[in-house]
């Protein structure tokens, strides 16, 4: 079985690693990477956006913002695709690849998710610290931006790198609209080799395990860090004598 | 595309029958798995509390596993792949019974078991060490201190993370139409095909979704509320 595993991976690790690249589109594991990181990459922008709203005062932007997240999160990933496969073409009138649809949904679905990170991560800040901002001057605006925001996305760091683990697994649904990535990839193997599935679907999930289970070592390996700075000097010695 | 008609829909019997066999399906398919989840969350827990090394880290690798490979990847590994491990005599019983929800409930509930056993874990971490030392000075067996004082303590702080688990359990059913289940999803596509009403179908469908996750979300700030206000007395 595993003599099997590895001729499997020896005939076929070009196309896991970028698919049909370049005699097709760029697929495998190269293309579950990009969608991944673009998705997260343009759905912080949305998610601090979001957040800030709910935290508003103006009812005219808190309550978009909450049903939005609520929306989001109570419904299945599965459906939000569905919902813009449909009416994207619809309303742009062209017709979309599936990457991009895929992307488009990744950008709103996390954009949710994350903006509850953020959220908390703005409300973990003691009150005193926009107070202060505001005493010297700083307009509410100017507050978030220099006061507020830098420390609150530092300290999140580590959640952010888990929602981008949640991306990566996220990429996978792809595959019910035919997005050329890493499932898709094993997927086409499967139905080449027919006798081996096994093989074939361990081979993927180990690779996604190999992914995210360092990515999510590193994210702990933040939080232990930023943990330790914010302790202040007192455990700084500690951390030199290490 | 045809103009909105939501009545179109809700009023021919036959795609309100196929949305309905696919809202049971769901249903079957979450429940399953939860109940399934929620028994082997214990049993992962108690094996971490035995202090037994070797226990402690197959306990670690499985929940590991389960929470870094993305769940319909263990979807396609168990319908795929471990089913064609199996004898043939069992794969002709399981073709007989439904093997495509099987299979689901089975990946679904062994993946959210490693999310419910660590949520029941941090809730059991965070309860200060005086409380076990107290429930054993009492002469609680340790039995009776897990039963009456620290799993109660437990769950009401666990209660907010097993809530959401169970939220995404309950969204995640909705992957095992990859596999063919024919859950709502499933039924909202096939609806889609012989309606075309694609709009009014995932209009219905999302609210279908959306009421359920709202309900256990309700539900679980009712249980929280009512948990905090025992922990009072």
Redesign the interface.
């Given at each position: 079985m595993l003599a099997n595993a590895v001729t499997i991976v020896q005939d076929n690790w070009l196309l896991l690693l970028i698919g049909q690249y370049p005699n097709g589109p760029l697929g495998g594991l190269a293309a579950t990477l990009i969608l991944s990181v673009l998705g997260i990459a343009l759905a912080f922008p949305l998610s601090v956006l979001v957040a800030l709203a709910r935290l508003s005062h103006w009812r005219a932007l808190q309550l978009p913002a909450t049903a939005l997240v609520y929306g989001v999160r109570g419904v299945p990933l599965l459906m939000i695709i569905f919902w813009v496969y449909f009416m994207f073409p619809l309303l742009l009138g062209v017709s979309v690849p599936g990457s991009a649809t895929m992307l488009c949904t990744l950008v709103l679905y996390e954009g949710a998710f994350l903006s509850e990170v953020v959220r908390a991560g703005i409300q973990a800040l003691p009150p005193g610290q926009m107070d202060a901002a505001r005493a010297l001057g700083h307009s509410y605006s100017r507050a978030m931006r220099f006061v507020i925001l830098p420390q609150a996305l530092t300290n999140m760091l580590p959640s952010i790198l888990s929602q981008f683990v949640s991306t990566i697994k996220d990429t996978t649904l792809g595959y019910v609209i035919n997005v050329p990535e890493l499932t898709f990839a094993a997927n086409q193997i499967n139905n080449r080799l027919l006798t081996k599935p096994f093989e074939v679907f361990l081979i993927l999930a180990l690779t996604y395990y190999a992914l995210c289970f360092s990515l999510t070592q590193l994210a702990a390996w933040l939080e232990r860090s930023i943990a330790t700075r914010r302790a202040g000097p007192v455990t700084q010695p500690l951390v030199v004598a290490q | 595309?045809k103009g909105f008609d939501l009545a179109a829909l809700l009023l021919n019997p036959q795609f309100i029958a196929m949305l309905g066999h696919g809202l049971a399906m769901t249903f079957v398919v979450a429940i399953g798995s939860w109940l399934l989840a929620m028994s082997l969350a214990f049993v992962l827990l108690t094996i971490r509390l035995t202090g037994n090394r070797i226990a402690e880290a197959c306990v670690a690798v499985y929940i590991?596993?389960h929470?870094?490979?993305?769940?319909?990847?263990?979807l396609?590994?168990w319908y795929?792949?471990?089913a064609?491990?199996l004898p043939d005599a069992l794969q002709e019983w399981l073709g007989d019974h439904n093997a495509e929800a099987i299979f689901a409930i089975v990946a679904l509930g062994l993946c959210q078991a490693a999310y419910f056993s660590e949520d029941l874990r941090s809730g059991l971490r965070s309860i200060g060490s005086g409380q076990a030392e107290a429930a054993r000075a009492l002469g609680h067996s340790y039995i009776g201190m897990m039963r009456f004082v620290l799993m109660p303590q437990a769950l009401g702080n666990a209660m907010p993370a097993l809530i959401n688990h169970t939220?995404s359990l309950f969204?995640?059913?909705?992957?095992a139409?990859?596999i063919g289940v024919v859950e709502l999803?499933h039924a909202?596509?096939e609806v889609e095909n012989e309606s075309f009403r694609?709009?009014e179908v995932?209009l219905v469908?999302?609210l279908m979704?959306?009421l359920c996750?709202?309900a256990i979300?309700a539900a679980g700030t009712l249980l929280g509320r009512r948990g905090q206000t025992a922990g009072a007395h």
């Open positions: - | 595309m590991s596993y929470r870094n490979v993305p769940t319909l990847v263990q396609m590994l795929f792949g471990i064609s491990l939220v969204k995640n059913s909705s992957l139409m990859a999803t909202v596509r694609t709009f995932y469908a999302t979704y959306l996750s709202l979300m």
